[in-house]
Protein backbone atom coordinates (compact mmCIF):
# COMPACT_ATOMS: atom_id res chain seq x y z
CA UNK A 1 0.00 0.00 0.00
CA UNK A 2 2.38 2.78 -0.90
CA UNK A 3 -0.02 4.94 -2.49
CA UNK A 4 -1.54 5.02 0.76
CA UNK A 5 1.41 5.53 2.65
CA UNK A 6 2.55 8.43 0.65
CA UNK A 7 -0.55 10.09 0.70
CA UNK A 8 -1.01 9.53 4.32
CA UNK A 9 2.68 10.36 5.21
CA UNK A 10 2.31 13.57 3.43
CA UNK A 11 -1.48 14.35 4.51
CA UNK A 12 -0.45 14.29 8.33
CA UNK A 13 2.75 16.39 8.28
CA UNK A 14 0.68 19.13 6.78
CA UNK A 15 -2.07 18.49 9.16
CA UNK A 16 -4.56 17.75 6.01
CA UNK A 17 -7.67 17.58 8.33
CA UNK A 18 -6.85 20.93 9.53
CA UNK A 19 -7.06 21.89 5.29
CA UNK A 20 -10.10 19.90 5.06
CA UNK A 21 -8.25 17.06 2.74
CA UNK A 22 -9.20 13.49 2.96
CA UNK A 23 -7.05 10.89 3.73
CA UNK A 24 -8.21 7.92 1.56
CA UNK A 25 -6.14 6.39 -0.78
CA UNK A 26 -5.92 7.44 -4.22
CA UNK A 27 -5.63 4.34 -6.10
CA UNK A 28 -7.28 1.30 -6.44
CA UNK A 29 -5.24 -2.11 -6.04
CA UNK A 30 -4.58 -3.07 -9.44
CA UNK A 31 -3.46 0.96 -10.51
CA UNK A 32 -1.32 0.76 -7.23
CA UNK A 33 2.86 0.45 -8.53
CA UNK A 34 2.13 2.32 -11.39
CA UNK A 35 1.41 5.56 -10.29
CA UNK A 36 1.49 6.88 -7.05
CA UNK A 37 -0.98 9.68 -5.81
CA UNK A 38 0.25 11.76 -2.77
CA UNK A 39 -1.12 15.35 -1.75
CA UNK A 40 0.30 18.12 0.44
CA UNK A 41 -1.65 18.40 3.41
CA UNK A 42 -0.15 22.33 3.55
CA UNK A 43 -0.22 23.33 0.29
CA UNK A 44 -3.64 21.23 -0.96
CA UNK A 45 -1.08 19.96 -4.04
CA UNK A 46 -1.00 17.14 -5.32
CA UNK A 47 1.34 14.94 -7.41
CA UNK A 48 1.11 12.17 -9.35
CA UNK A 49 3.99 10.27 -9.71
CA UNK A 50 4.70 7.26 -12.68
CA UNK A 51 6.18 4.40 -11.52
CA UNK A 52 6.54 1.84 -14.15
CA UNK A 53 9.96 1.11 -14.46
CA UNK A 54 11.71 0.71 -16.03
CA UNK A 55 10.37 3.47 -18.86
CA UNK A 56 7.22 4.68 -17.86
CA UNK A 57 6.33 3.69 -21.04
CA UNK A 58 2.51 3.96 -21.60
CA UNK A 59 0.70 0.72 -21.92
CA UNK A 60 -3.14 -0.05 -21.62
CA UNK A 61 -3.00 -0.16 -17.49
CA UNK A 62 -0.83 2.89 -16.98
CA UNK A 63 -2.93 5.03 -19.44
CA UNK A 64 -5.65 3.62 -17.42
CA UNK A 65 -3.55 3.83 -14.08
CA UNK A 66 -3.18 7.55 -14.96
CA UNK A 67 -6.80 8.62 -15.70
CA UNK A 68 -8.01 7.04 -12.46
CA UNK A 69 -5.31 9.38 -10.22
CA UNK A 70 -6.41 12.17 -12.43
CA UNK A 71 -10.35 11.78 -11.56
CA UNK A 72 -9.40 10.59 -8.42
CA UNK A 73 -7.46 14.18 -7.72
CA UNK A 74 -9.93 16.17 -9.23
CA UNK A 75 -12.61 14.82 -7.20
CA UNK A 76 -11.53 16.83 -4.19
CA UNK A 77 -12.97 20.32 -4.69
CA UNK A 78 -10.45 21.30 -2.61
CA UNK A 79 -7.27 20.35 -4.78
CA UNK A 80 -6.46 23.34 -7.13
CA UNK A 81 -3.52 21.89 -8.60
CA UNK A 82 -1.68 19.06 -10.03
CA UNK A 83 2.26 18.04 -10.80
CA UNK A 84 3.12 14.95 -13.17
CA UNK A 85 6.14 13.76 -11.96
CA UNK A 86 8.36 10.31 -12.54
CA UNK A 87 9.72 8.12 -9.55
CA UNK A 88 12.67 7.02 -12.55
CA UNK A 89 15.97 8.68 -12.40
CA UNK A 90 16.11 10.01 -16.01
CA UNK A 91 12.83 9.02 -17.56
CA UNK A 92 9.96 11.04 -17.37
CA UNK A 93 8.38 8.78 -20.12
CA UNK A 94 8.99 6.75 -23.06
CA UNK A 95 5.70 7.15 -24.92
CA UNK A 96 3.66 4.52 -25.61
CA UNK A 97 4.47 1.27 -24.95
CA UNK A 98 5.98 0.10 -28.22
CA UNK A 99 4.65 -4.31 -27.50
CA UNK A 100 0.87 -2.86 -27.15
CA UNK A 101 1.27 -2.50 -30.96
CA UNK A 102 3.58 -4.90 -31.97
CA UNK A 103 1.17 -7.90 -33.06
CA UNK A 104 -1.45 -6.75 -31.50
CA UNK A 105 -4.96 -8.38 -30.62
CA UNK A 106 -7.59 -6.10 -32.20
CA UNK A 107 -9.42 -5.66 -28.77
CA UNK A 108 -6.85 -4.67 -26.56
CA UNK A 109 -5.66 -2.07 -29.39
CA UNK A 110 -9.03 -0.66 -29.44
CA UNK A 111 -9.23 -0.29 -25.61
CA UNK A 112 -5.38 0.68 -25.49
CA UNK A 113 -6.00 3.48 -28.28
CA UNK A 114 -9.16 4.46 -26.39
CA UNK A 115 -7.05 5.14 -22.99
CA UNK A 116 -4.69 7.10 -24.55
CA UNK A 117 -6.96 9.53 -26.20
CA UNK A 118 -8.40 9.07 -22.45
CA UNK A 119 -5.39 10.81 -21.17
CA UNK A 120 -5.90 13.70 -23.93
CA UNK A 121 -9.18 14.53 -22.66
CA UNK A 122 -8.20 14.19 -18.87
CA UNK A 123 -4.97 15.73 -18.70
CA UNK A 124 -5.49 18.52 -21.63
CA UNK A 125 -8.72 19.30 -19.81
CA UNK A 126 -8.33 19.33 -16.67
CA UNK A 127 -10.05 21.67 -14.40
CA UNK A 128 -6.85 21.35 -12.09
CA UNK A 129 -3.63 23.79 -12.94
CA UNK A 130 -1.07 20.96 -13.84
CA UNK A 131 2.60 21.02 -13.75
CA UNK A 132 4.99 18.71 -15.67
CA UNK A 133 7.89 17.64 -13.11
CA UNK A 134 10.32 16.77 -16.37
CA UNK A 135 13.43 15.23 -15.11
CA UNK A 136 13.93 13.06 -18.12
CA UNK A 137 13.26 12.15 -21.54
CA UNK A 138 10.01 12.84 -22.81
CA UNK A 139 9.54 11.54 -26.34
CA UNK A 140 6.57 11.08 -28.10
CA UNK A 141 3.72 10.14 -26.07
CA UNK A 142 5.97 11.39 -23.32
CA UNK A 143 6.40 14.48 -24.52
CA UNK A 144 2.32 14.42 -25.21
CA UNK A 145 2.22 14.22 -21.64
CA UNK A 146 4.13 17.24 -20.81
CA UNK A 147 2.46 19.33 -23.71
CA UNK A 148 -1.32 18.35 -21.53
CA UNK A 149 0.15 20.37 -18.46
CA UNK A 150 -0.02 23.97 -18.19
CA UNK A 151 3.58 24.24 -17.90
CA UNK A 152 6.46 22.00 -18.31
CA UNK A 153 9.74 22.60 -16.01
CA UNK A 154 12.60 20.19 -17.34
CA UNK A 155 15.67 19.35 -15.95
CA UNK A 156 18.75 21.56 -17.47
CA UNK A 157 21.10 20.21 -19.58
CA UNK A 158 23.89 21.96 -18.43
CA UNK A 159 26.70 19.70 -17.84
CA UNK A 160 24.98 16.73 -18.61
CA UNK A 161 27.11 14.19 -20.98
CA UNK A 162 23.70 12.45 -22.20
CA UNK A 163 21.09 15.50 -22.00
CA UNK A 164 17.69 14.47 -21.83
CA UNK A 165 14.89 14.97 -25.04
CA UNK A 166 11.60 15.88 -25.40
CA UNK A 167 9.83 16.23 -28.74
CA UNK A 168 7.77 14.33 -31.16
CA UNK A 169 10.12 11.94 -32.76
CA UNK A 170 7.37 9.19 -34.48
CA UNK A 171 8.49 10.33 -37.68
CA UNK A 172 11.53 8.65 -36.95
CA UNK A 173 10.20 5.52 -36.82
CA UNK A 174 8.01 5.95 -39.99
CA UNK A 175 4.95 6.35 -38.11
CA UNK A 176 2.41 9.71 -37.48
CA UNK A 177 1.62 11.24 -34.50
CA UNK A 178 -2.42 11.59 -34.95
CA UNK A 179 -3.77 14.52 -36.00
CA UNK A 180 -4.75 15.78 -32.15
CA UNK A 181 -1.24 15.43 -30.88
CA UNK A 182 0.12 17.46 -33.84
CA UNK A 183 -2.18 20.53 -33.10
CA UNK A 184 -1.00 20.13 -29.65
CA UNK A 185 2.42 20.52 -30.35
CA UNK A 186 1.22 23.85 -33.61
CA UNK A 187 -0.35 25.16 -30.66
CA UNK A 188 2.45 24.88 -28.42
CA UNK A 189 5.61 25.75 -30.11
CA UNK A 190 4.24 27.46 -32.84
CA UNK A 191 3.59 26.09 -36.82
CA UNK A 192 7.02 26.33 -38.51
CA UNK A 193 8.74 25.06 -35.38
CA UNK A 194 6.18 22.44 -35.60
CA UNK A 195 6.27 21.47 -38.75
CA UNK A 196 10.02 21.42 -38.96
CA UNK A 197 9.83 19.18 -35.71
CA UNK A 198 7.17 16.60 -36.91
CA UNK A 199 9.05 16.05 -40.26
CA UNK A 200 12.20 15.48 -38.43
CA UNK A 201 10.97 13.57 -35.62
CA UNK A 202 13.12 16.02 -33.88
CA UNK A 203 14.18 15.15 -30.16
CA UNK A 204 15.26 18.54 -28.54
CA UNK A 205 17.65 18.48 -25.52
CA UNK A 206 16.87 20.99 -22.87
CA UNK A 207 17.68 24.13 -23.82
CA UNK A 208 16.44 24.18 -27.22
CA UNK A 209 12.89 22.93 -25.99
CA UNK A 210 13.27 26.19 -23.40
CA UNK A 211 14.47 28.06 -27.04
CA UNK A 212 11.27 27.46 -28.78
CA UNK A 213 8.97 27.22 -26.21
CA UNK A 214 8.66 23.31 -25.69
CA UNK A 215 9.03 24.18 -22.16
CA UNK A 216 9.15 26.99 -19.85
CA UNK A 217 11.54 26.63 -17.26
CA UNK A 218 15.05 24.46 -16.71
CA UNK A 219 16.25 23.63 -13.31
CA UNK A 220 19.26 21.65 -12.13
CA UNK A 221 18.02 17.61 -11.83
CA UNK A 222 17.34 17.81 -7.74
CA UNK A 223 14.99 21.17 -8.38
CA UNK A 224 12.86 19.69 -10.59
CA UNK A 225 10.06 18.50 -8.42
CA UNK A 226 10.51 21.18 -5.85
CA UNK A 227 10.11 23.61 -8.20
CA UNK A 228 6.97 22.14 -9.92
CA UNK A 229 5.17 22.04 -6.87
CA UNK A 230 6.45 25.78 -5.95
CA UNK A 231 4.72 26.45 -9.52
CA UNK A 232 1.74 24.49 -8.66
CA UNK A 233 1.13 26.17 -5.21
CA UNK A 234 1.40 29.67 -7.65
CA UNK A 235 -1.40 28.30 -9.84
CA UNK A 236 -3.01 27.30 -7.71
CA UNK A 237 -3.99 30.79 -5.91
CA UNK A 238 -5.49 31.96 -9.54
CA UNK A 239 -9.46 32.22 -9.08
CA UNK A 240 -10.30 28.97 -10.22
CA UNK A 241 -13.43 29.18 -12.54
CA UNK A 242 -11.11 32.09 -14.63
CA UNK A 243 -8.00 29.63 -14.81
CA UNK A 244 -10.40 27.33 -16.48
CA UNK A 245 -11.93 29.62 -18.91
CA UNK A 246 -8.73 30.82 -20.00
CA UNK A 247 -7.57 27.44 -20.29
CA UNK A 248 -10.65 26.15 -22.30
CA UNK A 249 -10.56 29.54 -25.01
CA UNK A 250 -7.37 27.61 -26.25
CA UNK A 251 -8.40 24.20 -25.83
CA UNK A 252 -11.85 23.38 -25.75
CA UNK A 253 -11.98 23.43 -30.01
CA UNK A 254 -9.30 20.62 -29.95
CA UNK A 255 -10.99 18.83 -27.26
CA UNK A 256 -14.43 19.16 -28.73
CA UNK A 257 -13.05 17.83 -32.03
CA UNK A 258 -11.48 14.72 -30.88
CA UNK A 259 -14.51 13.96 -28.86
CA UNK A 260 -16.62 14.40 -32.16
CA UNK A 261 -13.63 11.91 -34.07
CA UNK A 262 -12.85 9.34 -31.52
CA UNK A 263 -13.70 6.43 -33.12
CA UNK A 264 -12.50 7.16 -36.58
CA UNK A 265 -9.34 7.97 -34.54
CA UNK A 266 -9.44 4.61 -33.34
CA UNK A 267 -10.36 3.13 -36.28
CA UNK A 268 -7.52 5.08 -38.38
CA UNK A 269 -4.96 3.91 -35.79
CA UNK A 270 -5.85 0.51 -35.68
CA UNK A 271 -5.87 0.32 -39.68
CA UNK A 272 -2.41 2.15 -39.48
CA UNK A 273 -1.08 -0.15 -36.31
CA UNK A 274 -2.04 -3.19 -38.13
CA UNK A 275 -0.95 -2.87 -41.54
CA UNK A 276 1.85 -5.36 -42.63
CA UNK A 277 4.59 -2.70 -43.58
CA UNK A 278 4.12 -0.48 -40.09
CA UNK A 279 4.33 -4.22 -37.86
CA UNK A 280 7.72 -4.36 -39.93
CA UNK A 281 8.69 -0.95 -38.66
CA UNK A 282 7.96 -1.66 -35.47
CA UNK A 283 9.40 -4.63 -35.37
CA UNK A 284 12.50 -3.28 -36.21
CA UNK A 285 12.04 -0.78 -33.65
CA UNK A 286 11.56 -2.83 -30.42
CA UNK A 287 14.81 -4.86 -31.73
CA UNK A 288 16.80 -1.65 -31.79
CA UNK A 289 15.56 -0.76 -28.59
CA UNK A 290 16.54 -4.15 -26.94
CA UNK A 291 20.10 -4.52 -29.46
CA UNK A 292 21.09 -0.81 -27.62
CA UNK A 293 20.71 -2.60 -24.13
CA UNK A 294 23.13 -5.43 -25.44
C1 LIG B 1 -0.98 6.18 -35.76
C2 LIG B 1 0.19 5.71 -34.95
C3 LIG B 1 0.46 6.65 -33.79
C4 LIG B 1 1.63 6.17 -33.03
C5 LIG B 1 2.00 7.10 -31.95
C6 LIG B 1 3.10 6.83 -31.25
C7 LIG B 1 3.54 7.63 -30.13
C8 LIG B 1 4.63 6.96 -29.32
O1 LIG B 1 4.73 7.27 -28.17
S1 LIG B 1 5.64 5.79 -30.04
C9 LIG B 1 6.89 5.46 -28.81
C10 LIG B 1 8.03 6.37 -29.02
N1 LIG B 1 9.01 6.20 -27.97
C11 LIG B 1 10.30 6.14 -28.21
O2 LIG B 1 10.75 6.21 -29.35
C12 LIG B 1 11.20 5.99 -27.04
C13 LIG B 1 11.95 4.71 -27.07
N2 LIG B 1 12.82 4.60 -25.91
C14 LIG B 1 13.97 5.28 -25.80
O3 LIG B 1 14.37 6.05 -26.63
C15 LIG B 1 14.77 5.02 -24.56
O4 LIG B 1 14.29 3.85 -23.96
C16 LIG B 1 14.72 6.17 -23.51
C17 LIG B 1 15.51 7.37 -24.05
C18 LIG B 1 13.30 6.59 -23.19
C19 LIG B 1 15.39 5.69 -22.20
O5 LIG B 1 16.67 5.20 -22.49
P1 LIG B 1 17.40 4.23 -21.46
O6 LIG B 1 18.78 4.03 -21.99
O7 LIG B 1 17.24 4.76 -20.08
O8 LIG B 1 16.55 2.89 -21.48
P2 LIG B 1 16.59 1.72 -22.58
O9 LIG B 1 17.75 0.82 -22.27
O10 LIG B 1 16.52 2.29 -23.94
O11 LIG B 1 15.22 0.99 -22.31
C20 LIG B 1 15.05 0.19 -21.15
C21 LIG B 1 14.03 -0.89 -21.49
O12 LIG B 1 12.80 -0.29 -21.82
C22 LIG B 1 12.36 -0.71 -23.11
N3 LIG B 1 11.66 0.43 -23.75
C23 LIG B 1 12.11 1.65 -23.97
N4 LIG B 1 11.18 2.41 -24.52
C24 LIG B 1 10.10 1.65 -24.67
C25 LIG B 1 8.80 1.88 -25.19
N5 LIG B 1 8.40 3.08 -25.67
N6 LIG B 1 7.92 0.85 -25.18
C26 LIG B 1 8.27 -0.37 -24.70
N7 LIG B 1 9.51 -0.64 -24.19
C27 LIG B 1 10.39 0.36 -24.18
C28 LIG B 1 13.66 -1.06 -23.84
O13 LIG B 1 13.40 -1.92 -24.90
C29 LIG B 1 14.43 -1.71 -22.72
O14 LIG B 1 13.87 -3.01 -22.55
P3 LIG B 1 14.81 -4.24 -22.17
O15 LIG B 1 15.40 -3.91 -20.84
O16 LIG B 1 13.88 -5.41 -22.13
O17 LIG B 1 15.83 -4.35 -23.27
Given at each position: ?112 W ?62 V?PS ?81 T?KEDNDFFRSFV ?21
Amino acid sequence: MLVATLSKRLLRVGQAKRCGLSLRSFSDAKDKDLVLTSIDGDTGVATITMNQAPVNSLSLEMCQAITTAIKEVESQPEIQSLVLASSLPGVFCAGLDITELHKPDEKRLTDFWHSFQQIYFDLYGSRLATIAAIAGHAPAAGCMLALSCDYRIMVSGAGSKKPSTIGLNETKLGIVAPSWLGYQYIDTIGQRQAELGLSLGLLHQPEQALAIGLVDELVPREEVLSRAQAEAVKWGKIPAKARLASKMLARKARLDHLAATRKEDNDFFRSFVTNETAQKIIDGYLQSLSKKKS
